[in-house]
């Protein structure tokens, strides 16, 4: 018999051996990154913090971030997920964990002459010995699962904090645009109260068509601040729903955008990118897939189990707890699948193929981070430039606008209403501009520790 046994199991090991034959799985990808950023070198390294928000030195800005962290309902849809994921781990932990079962019954049978009364009791027990680490696979795999959620949670609140910090500065900016457009209409009836002054003195150089010219200019602006102050009402709308409250719009945000006072420590290493919570996903699901890859493979050795049950059956309740009446069997089983259409090879390879993907899918997140590091960083250093030149356009825009302004006021030989108006148009647009593109730079500073991860 004992022979018999040997020959069985030698061939179930020898029907494993195709494991050879498979293609190992990969639970790690290692990208090559430089030193440091292309677009920052010659810099100073400095120290990796997490208080990202305190580089723009605005408490309201911070206070609107905390609020919508804990109030925000993706975000607590997402908190909820992650509560799965854990669940769904220790679910994967407890198959490694032996089984027990307790079982009872009840039952009558009724004969013309006697009722006779059954109860029964059982209990049952399986465990499998986790002899090829399959199981172990699994549960690492399922860890590895949890692992992903947790990141991807951080990244929500990474991605929330930066949209609320934005949404933010987009109602100042809005909030500003808006100002603009009501004291442009006030600078423009002031000028259109000039013109009509002057063309009914009879003014030479003021016709009827710098009257038509200055009440266009007016109702333009009065279309526009209509359209500014809606641009400030949906900013608003947007920020409110992010902090889970009723879009009313009636938010009010500070008078001015924050400052942007610390320079870019451009020196930091590329690898500081691995921090970041969606490529800390991407690494635990290549984990958990070569772990399930693995088990896969040894799916395909022998299976032991092991099980034990008890039970009885009386007719009367109190003796169906007496252990000398039990019934007590003890198994042990070894199975393996011989033939199967070739259905779990093909889901070895399977496993494989979803390793390699997962780490096809890291290599392309990991360039695309790069992407938006190298990109964030050159769009700092163009913005900062930019708003340097705009500032002194603005500076001449203005000082023009008032000349002639004046000039017109006081009958200058030459100069006409076009003059007057060019040189507003010139002012008010150059204003609006300083204003887009002070925001633009804010938004392009949260981008770039989005993109990190987190603050330098």
């Not at 947007?238 to 938010?251: C, F, I, K, Q, S």
């Not at 199975?335 to 494989?352: F, I």
Request: aromatic residues 4%.
């Amino acid at each position: 018999m004992m022979k018999h046994v040997n020959i069985a199991v030698a061939c179930l090991l020898l029907h494993g051996c195709g494991l050879k034959n498979l293609a190992a799985p990969k639970d790690s990808l290692r990208i090559n990154t430089p030193d440091v950023w292309k677009a920052a070198e010659n810099r100073e390294n400095r120290e990796i913090s997490s208080h990202w928000l305190d580089e723009f030195h605005d408490p309201v800005m911070r206070r609107t971030v905390n609020d919508a962290l804990s109030h925000n309902q993706n975000l607590q849809a997402a908190a909820s997920r992650l509560r799965v994921a854990k669940e769904l781990s220790i679910q994967a932990r407890a198959s490694r964990l032996p089984r027990a079962n307790l079982g009872s019954s009840a039952g009558a049978s009724v004969s013309d002459s006697d009722t006779t009364e059954r109860y029964g009791l059982s209990f049952a027990a399986s465990w499998e010995p986790d002899l090829w680490g399959r199981l172990r696979n699994l549960d690492r795999a399922g860890a590895a699962d949890f692992e992903a959620a947790v990141a991807e949670f951080r990244n929500a609140k990474l991605s929330l904090a930066a949209l609320s910090a934005k949404s933010y500065c987009n109602l100042i900016s809005a909030q500003q645009q808006s100002n603009l457009a009501v004291v442009t209409l006030e600078s423009f009836q002031k000028n259109l109260r000039i013109i009509e002054r002057n063309y009914k003195a009879g003014i030479p150089n003021v016709r009827a068509l710098d009257v038509q010219l200055g009440r266009t200019n007016v109702s333009s602006t009065q279309r526009s601040v209509t359209a500014r102050q809606l641009d400030r009402d949906e900013t608003a709308r947007n920020l409110e729903v992010l902090l889970g409250r009723y879009p009313t719009a009636t938010l009010q945000a500070a008078h001015e955008l924050p400052e942007i006072s610390d320079s870019i420590p451009l020196g930091i290493p590329a690898t500081l990118i691995e921090r970041r919570p969606d490529l800390a996903a991407a690494r635990s699901r290549i984990f958990a897939s070569s772990e399930r890859a693995k088990a896969a493979k040894k799916n395909l050795l022998p299976d032991i189990s092991l099980s034990a049950g008890s039970g009885t059956s009386r007719s009367v309740i109190a003796r169906l707890f007496d252990t000398q009446s039990l019934v007590t069997s003890i198994t042990a089983s070894l199975s393996q699948v011989l033939y199967n259409g070739g259905a779990n090879v093909s889901e070895v390879r399977a496993a494989l193929a979803r390793n390699d993907a997962a780490i096809h899918d890291y290599a392309q997140l990991s360039l695309e981070a790069f992407r938006e590091v190298e990109s964030a960083l050159a769009t700092e250093s163009s913005l900062a430039v930019q708003v340097a030149f705009l500032n002194k356009e603005v500076e001449q825009a203005a000082l023009a606008e008032k000349q002639a302004e004046r000039d017109y006021s006081e009958g200058i030989e030459g100069v006409d209403i076009l003059s007057v108006l060019e040189s507003q148009r010139r002012a008010n647009n150059a204003r609006s501009a300083l204003i887009r593109l002070k925001n633009e730079r804010l938004q392009a500073r949260i981008d770039l520790h989005v993109a990190l991860g987190g603050s330098f």
